[in-house]
Each structure stands twice: as structure tokens, then as C-alpha cells.
């Protein structure tokens, strides 16, 4: 059995789609992110970077003590190798994998993150801050379109954990300014992922799990999610 802790944003749903690909029995604990959930010592003992998602896996593969694992990508490696599924094993195609998983932790995410801040949270609008990320944005998309052109997903015929990392942050495209129909090979793939059982499942998560989902932030929402300081 694995304890997930999460709440229902991009990186949670990188989790909840590998889940119910793999079929591994879970639970989830739902960390509020807007009440200050990820603060409480009980979850930072697991997530020292007060973030979820995260994970406790009662049945490792080794049999021993159960294992703790924290950020998202991290998350996904594990559970890979836990099951051998949703990760090549040829040794090129692997590389490539992961390639695209750190390129999503690293990059697509980040970034489409500030767009999302810029555009949605800031308090004003400050015009350099939202074109500076929505043409990040926009760049990425353009790379994401260039990669899956002739490829059905990110490392070929088989999808994999860097399908899983990068899609659930092009669910929002349109409140990031993008329209697919500039991108028609990641529209093409967008379709596909979406209509995976898996994803309807794990997606359906989301509003059980936050029965508020898209309603306006309150001031005590914004100052647990953006007014995080080194104390």
C-alpha cells in the first residue's frame, strides 16, 4: 500500500496517473496547500521542502522499512523501478527517458508555473513578468511539438513517466495563452493521453478530493501558497 500525499495541481497528477496506469493500491492524504497542510512537522518529516506531491510506500521492493519519497520526478523514477513499467530498459531509449523528465522538473514545469502566477495569482499585473513567461511558455510548447513530431509519445511507440511528468502541466494550455492548434503534434498527443482510462480516472480524483477547484483564492490561501519565507 502506498500513502500518497497530494492536492490536485500538475505535479499531484503526474502521481495519480502513474497510480492508476500501474494499478498499485494507494491512499491518498490530502494536503490542503491552502490552509498550510505542507507546513505541519508530521509532513515535512517526509517533504523537507514543504511541497507535495509525496509518498510512502509500505511494501518496497527490498521487504524492509517502508521508503519515503519526495518531489515529483523523483516519485515517478521510484515507482518505475518499483514496478518495471512505464520506464524503458534498453539502456539508449532509458536515457532518453529521463532526459525528458528532467526536462520537464527542470524546465516546463518552472516556467509554466510563473506563467500561471503571473497571468492568475499576481496581485497586479505586471506586463514584462506575464510576456517574459507566456513566450517561455510558447518556446517550450515549441519544443515539446518539435520532439513528438513522428513519435506517438516522448521516447516513441510506449508511453512512459515522461509523458506522465510533462502532460498534466498542458491540461491548462488555455489559461497559459496556448491554442494547440499551433502545436498539432502535441495536440495529437494531448488527445491521446487524455483519453487514456487512466488519466479519466485520475483526473476524476480532483474534484472529490477539492470540491472548491477553480474558485478564487482567499487571502489566507495566497498567503499559505505565495508568502512562503525561509521561517
Excluded at 497542510?37 to 509532513?43: E, R, T, V, Y
Excluded at 523501478?81 to 525528458?100: M, Q, S, V, Y
Aim: net charge negative.
Amino acid at each position: 500500500m502506498i500513502d500518497l500525499y497530494y492536492w490536485p495541481t500538475p505535479n499531484g497528477h503526474k502521481i495519480t496517473l502513474f497510480l492508476e496506469e500501474a494499478g498499485l493500491d494507494y491512499t491518498i492524504k490530502p494536503i490542503d496547500i491552502g490552509k498550510g497542510d505542507q507546513f505541519a512537522a508530521d509532513f515535512l518529516a517526509i517533504s523537507p521542502n514543504n511541497k507535495m506531491p509525496a509518498i510512502v510506500d509500505h511494501a518496497p521492493a527490498d521487504g524492509g522499512a517502508a521508503v519515503s519519497v519526495f518531489e515529483s520526478g523523483a516519485i515517478l523514477l521510484y515507482l518505475a523501478e518499483k514496478t518495471g513499467r512505464f520506464l524503458p530498459g534498453d539502456a539508449r531509449a532509458r536515457i532518453e527517458a529521463l532526459e525528458w523528465l528532467f526536462w520537464q522538473v527542470g524546465g516546463l514545469g518552472p516556467m509554466l508555473g510563473q506563467n500561471h502566477h503571473f497571468n492568475q495569482y499576481a496581485p497586479e499585473k505586471i506586463p514584462y513578468a506575464m510576456d517574459r513567461y507566456v513566450n517561455e511558455t510558447r518556446r517550450l510548447y515549441g519544443v515539446l511539438d518539435k520532439r513528438l513530431e513522428g513519435r506517438a509519445f516522448l521516447t516513441g511507440d510506449d508511453y512512459s513517466i515522461a509523458d506522465m511528468a510533462a502532460y498534466p502541466w498542458i491540461v491548462p494550455h488555455a489559461k497559459q495563452q496556448m491554442d494547440l492548434v499551433d502545436f498539432p503534434n502535441v495536440q495529437r498527443w494531448f488527445e491521446a493521453i487524455g483519453a487514456r482510462a487512466a488519466t479519466v480516472k485520475a483526473y476524476a480524483l480532483a474534484s472529490q478530493v477539492n470540491p472548491t477547484l477553480g474558485a478564487p483564492l482567499t487571502d489566507e490561501q495566497r498567503r499559505h501558497m505565495f508568502g512562503q519565507q525561509a521561517k
